[in-house]
């Protein structure tokens, strides 16, 4: 699935890049300060659900950044980036002013490029393996603006470039579910020459980036978009279609689907099984932002309710959490916490998260752990126990091991209470097939070269693998399943 070292070679020789790299010299280019990211201020945005915070970068921005990138012979970005997008190639398109070129080299190997720029984790990835961080000590290409920016640029000019696919094979696959494992695999598979239907069992395709990622982050209609990309090249979507009860899996082999790709995610909600938690008031993440995100309960044209909480806690320290606690401040906090039991140097939200959550408001009550819940007469949560945290020796994560400081426990008073600690993986497939392995977390067992199953003409990847990762780790997951299914039916080892 790598990009040979040959064709990246090749690319770069071109006349066109060539002359590029001649007319700024490397050392000018290394002075050229990273870009900012223009963001609407907070006392705005926190009014709004559905008003993006990035704004965007302006072209004259985003030329000026894609010329701090040195096109380097080794390109070692590349080697951080899950789907092995050509990082050196688009940025240079938008250095030289042809945005829709590097629009089209993104889609090359990547079924989300505008989703990706929004919302993957380049700092962690493609921006850490950068030739500024690695050898100079300074900040990265902002890889991740530039994605963005070229992928809008090509939707606001309405020009939707359509990447080739092969002739029809008349072979047809089958993948189950809709989030970014399963678009990966399926614009993968329509390249490849496949008849392609992605089955969701909910009423939107999309799955978490639609559930799971509230709009200031992520617009649906961007999501939109990029499915509208797939559609053009001929994948089929089936909504309202649960595999395993709508239809099993030898029904579908009936209908003559060859090969199946399970990418069914982890949305089964994780409590921490604490007194109390049963109380009204106190919620998983999953069906707080699912109600907001992809039912729209925060507008006033839904019959969809959502809780709505004064003080408002949000357990957890990950990127979901970030997402409710901003959500809830969106629908009307006047106090909104994380309460985590590690430090805020252990959090695993992205630091961009952390940075925008506070500038709207958001405390940060860390090194602080949940104890036991309580309600009033009516049922309802109205404060919470907790105890303070030190920090041990490190655990299976790495992270520093939470251990609770004897006699510290202190009451916290609440009305909303959102758990975001954790998910499990859909139960769905693994329950109706015996034959299928599973791990004892409940995630399919897989050949991490391959993404095959036990079960040889099925392949697994995402959440349903991993048990909880980001978008772009799943979508990895996807081209290397299509990659190695794609040889499984052509029966070649």
């Not at 071109?14 to 010299?25: D, G, I």
């Not at 939707?155 to 678009?183: D, M």
């Not at 099925?458 to 990659?483: H, Q, S, Y």
């Amino acid at each position: 699935m790598s990009l040979n070292p040959e064709y990246l070679k090749e690319e770069r020789s071109q006349e066109w890049r060539a002359e590029l790299r001649s007319k700024t010299k490397n050392k000018d280019r290394t002075l050229i300060p990273r870009v900012k990211m223009p963001e609407l201020a907070p006392e705005i945005r926190v009014k709004y659900q559905d008003r993006e915070v990035n704004m965007g970068l302006e072209p004259g921005q985003a030329q000026k950044e894609a010329t701090r990138c040195m096109d380097c012979a080794n390109p070692t970005c590349i080697e951080g980036c899950p789907v092995n997008i050509n990082i050196p190639k688009f940025i240079k398109y938008i250095e030289s002013g042809e945005i829709l070129k590097a629009a089209a080299t993104l889609k090359e190997t990547n079924a989300l490029p505008a989703v990706c720029g929004r919302v993957c984790p380049q700092e962690k990835q493609c921006e850490a393996k950068c030739f500024y961080v690695d050898k100079l000590d300074k900040q990265a290409v902002a890889i991740g603006h530039l994605e963005r920016f070229a992928a809008d640029f090509e939707r606001n000019s309405g020009v939707s470039n359509v990447p080739e696919t092969a002739a029809p094979n008349g072979i047809k696959v089958a993948t189950v579910g809709s989030g970014p494992a399963s678009l990966s695999f399926a614009g993968d598979m329509v390249k490849y020459g496949y008849d392609v239907t992605v089955f969701e069992a909910l009423h939107e395709i999309g799955g978490v980036l639609k559930y799971g990622i509230p709009e200031f982050r992520l617009p649906n209609s961007v999501v939109d978009f990029e499915l509208e990309n797939l559609r053009k090249m001929g994948v089929k979507f089936e909504t309202n279609f649960i595999v395993g009860r709508t239809a099993s899996f030898d029904d579908l082999k009936e209908e003559g689907y060859k090969g199946f790709f399970v990418a069914s995610g982890a949305g089964l909600p994780r409590f921490m099984e604490i007194p109390g938690e049963n109380y009204n008031g106190i919620l998983s993440s999953n069906e707080y932002l699912t109600r907001v995100n992809l039912m729209g309960a925060s507008t006033s044209n839904t019959d969809t309710p959502v809780l709505r909480g004064k003080n408002v806690a949000v357990i957890g320290g990950g990127n979901t959490a970030m997402d409710s606690v901003r959500t809830a401040l969106r629908l009307g906090a006047e106090r909104a916490i994380i309460v985590y039991r590690r430090s805020e140097a252990e959090m695993p939200a992205r630091i961009e998260e952390v940075h925008h959550a506070k500038e709207e408001g958001v405390e940060f009550m860390t090194l602080c752990n949940p104890l036991e819940y309580f309600a009033n007469e009516k049922g309802r949560v109205n404060r919470m126990s907790l105890n303070r945290m030190g920090l041990g020796e490190p655990d299976a994560s790495g992270r520093r091991r939470p251990m609770p400081i004897d006699g510290s426990e202190f009451e916290l008073e609440v009305d909303l209470v959102v758990v975001a600690v954790g998910v499990s993986p859909n139960p769905l497939v693994p329950s109706c097939l015996p034959d299928l392995k599973v791990t004892k977390w409940g995630t399919i067992v897989v050949d991490e070269d391959k993404m095959q199953s036990s079960i040889p003409d099925m392949f697994a990847g995402g959440d349903i693998v991993r048990g909880g990762a980001t978008v772009i780790l799943a979508m990895g997951d996807g081209r290397k399943a299509a990659e190695n299914m794609d040889k499984y039916l052509h029966n070649i080892d």
